[in-house]
C-alpha cells in the first residue's frame, strides 16, 4: 500500500478532485486527509503552535510512511481572511513550515482554482 498525507480545508467540494489528482499524480492508493478550516492560513500563521495538527501529521507518517505531504488551498475559502493571491502566497509559508517540522519528506503546495482543479503551485 503507498500513501500521500494531505493538509487540507473542510471544504467539501475540493476533497475528491484533490484526492483523485494526488492519487493520479504521485501514483499512490490512498491519501491521509487531515482537514481544518482555511488550512492553508493556518499553517502559513501558525502551525507549530497546533500541537493536534503535529500530531495528526506524525500519526500519518508513522503508521503510513506517505510518499509526501500535500498543502492545499482552494478558491472560495470560507476559512480564510485573505484574497486568492495572498492566499496562494501564503502555501508558500505553509510549505516552508511543514519541510521545517517534518524534515526529509517531499512537500508539494497546491491550488484547487474556481473549477475545482488543481494546481501545482510548489512541487516536491
Not at 511543514?98 to 517531499?106: A, E, K, R, T, V
Request: hydrophobic fraction near 40%.
Amino acid at each position: 500500500m503507498s500513501f500521500a498525507t494531505c493538509l487540507n480545508c473542510i471544504d467539501g467540494r475540493t476533497h475528491l478532485p484533490l484526492i483523485n489528482w494526488i492519487r493520479d499524480k504521485y501514483k499512490v492508493e490512498f491519501v491521509d486527509l487531515i482537514t481544518e478550516p482555511g488550512m492553508i492560513e493556518l499553517l502559513a500563521c501558525g502551525f507549530q503552535a497546533n500541537s493536534s495538527l503535529i500530531t495528526k501529521v506524525q500519526l500519518s507518517l508513522e503508521k503510513h510512511q506517505p510518499k509526501l505531504i500535500i498543502a492545499a488551498g482552494h478558491y472560495d475559502c470560507a476559512g480564510c481572511s485573505k484574497n486568492n493571491l495572498e492566499h496562494k502566497k501564503d502555501i508558500d509559508r505553509a510549505v516552508a513550515n511543514i519541510m521545517q517540522l517534518f524534515p526529509g519528506i517531499p512537500v508539494s503546495g497546491v491550488w484547487i482554482n474556481d473549477t475545482w482543479t488543481v494546481e501545482e503551485i510548489i512541487s516536491p
